[in-house]
């Protein structure tokens, strides 16, 4: 963490909240829903009128993390207070990541954003966003700490979850010896790593793993995307994941298998969402940005895994904007 991070004013922000609300982006994964519910937790335990949510039609938690505590501090955004004084948003890495919430969130007396991603272009009253960290849990525990807010075994488990989640248990780049003494003091606070991380990395259904082979089995090799380095594309509809009978929320854990193969240096999967909605998941193997090519079609994270929504209403016109995208992809420096 640099000295130009704004802790003073982050830590003036929560400990003068009254009413907050805690915002996680559009379709949260385990960093943005974690990172809420454990802040929104500390908060309430301080005496904060605080809940979490998100911004979804219909309002429902992804299957894949209904085991996180502190669920009942969820609500749907309809639910929330309509006049807080304070409006948190985590790891949203653009405004237009809050969908609906944004308004709430521009007339909240205090407004503060705290994320990790490069391409966050600075938005909110008060920023707290630093790049050099692997996961927006990991600014949060460190907020806690310099609040003094309460935490607690079930706080700890939130955020391990949310940092372990981020950093591919602890794998991708970013992840640091600061990261490691930061998540140590969370086992220390009673966090279970074997019951969270078969909740992340292995509890996977069987229909799942039929079509994740499937789609393994139909992927495409493309030699020339990502400068020459070779990209893996898959595609999975809406009718494919009828046919397994898989939700949408499932199917994000088999980009996981796609970016496994040494063949290529990128990994894409086109899935596409129950409005028919295309959205495209990309991994690297440190050839290519993938976060600047995401980026670039209004989408974002980081340098070795990013998404985006693809503009295409059909699967073919969908492989063809990837394509469009990774041959042009430069080599990173």
Wanted: glycine fraction near 10%; charged fraction near 15%; hydrophobic fraction near 45%.
């Amino acid at each position: 963490m640099t000295s130009t991070q704004p802790w003073e004013a982050a830590v003036a922000v929560v400990q003068g909240a009254q009413v907050a609300v805690v915002v996680g982006h559009i379709n949260p994964d385990a960093d943005a829903l974690g990172s809420a519910l454990g802040l929104a937790a500390a908060l309430r335990s301080a005496g904060v009128q605080a809940c979490a949510t998100f911004d979804a039609e219909p309002f429902a938690v992804p299957q894949s993390l209904r085991w996180l505590p502190h669920q009942e501090l969820l609500r749907a955004p309809a639910d929330c207070p309509q006049q807080p004084d304070t409006v948190i948003a985590v790891d949203c890495a653009a405004a237009d990541r809050l969908g609906r919430l944004l308004a709430l969130a521009q007339a909240a007396r205090a407004f503060l954003v705290i994320d990790h991603h490069r391409s966050n272009p600075g938005f909110g009253d008060v920023q707290l966003i630093d790049p050099t960290v692997p996961a927006a849990g990991v600014l949060v525990a460190q907020l806690l700490e310099r609040a003094d807010l309460p935490s607690s075994p079930a706080i700890a488990t939130d955020l391990y979850a949310a940092i372990a989640s981020d950093t591919g248990g602890f794998r991708f780049a970013g992840t640091s010896s600061d990261t490691h003494r930061l998540v140590a003091g969370l086992l220390d606070q009673g966090v279970d790593p074997e019951y969270v991380g078969r909740q992340l990395f292995a509890a996977r259904s069987l229909s799942v793993a039929r079509l994740a082979a499937r789609t393994l089995g139909a992927a495409t090799v493309v030699p020339e995307a990502a400068g020459g380095q070779g990209a893996l594309l898959g595609v999975i509809s809406q009718a494919d994941r009828a046919e397994f009978g898989v939700h949408y929320d499932d199917v994000e854990s088999i980009i996981t298998d796609f970016a496994a193969i040494t063949a290529t240096d990128v990994a894409v999967i086109a899935k596409q969402d129950d409005r028919g909605v295309w959205r495209v998941s990309m991994r690297s193997r440190g050839g290519t940005d993938v976060g600047n090519l995401c980026s670039a079609r209004g989408g974002g994270g980081h340098r070795q895994a990013a998404g985006f929504t693809a503009q295409a209403t059909t699967a073919k016109a969908a492989v063809t904007e990837i394509l469009d995208l990774l041959t042009a992809a430069p080599i990173a420096p």
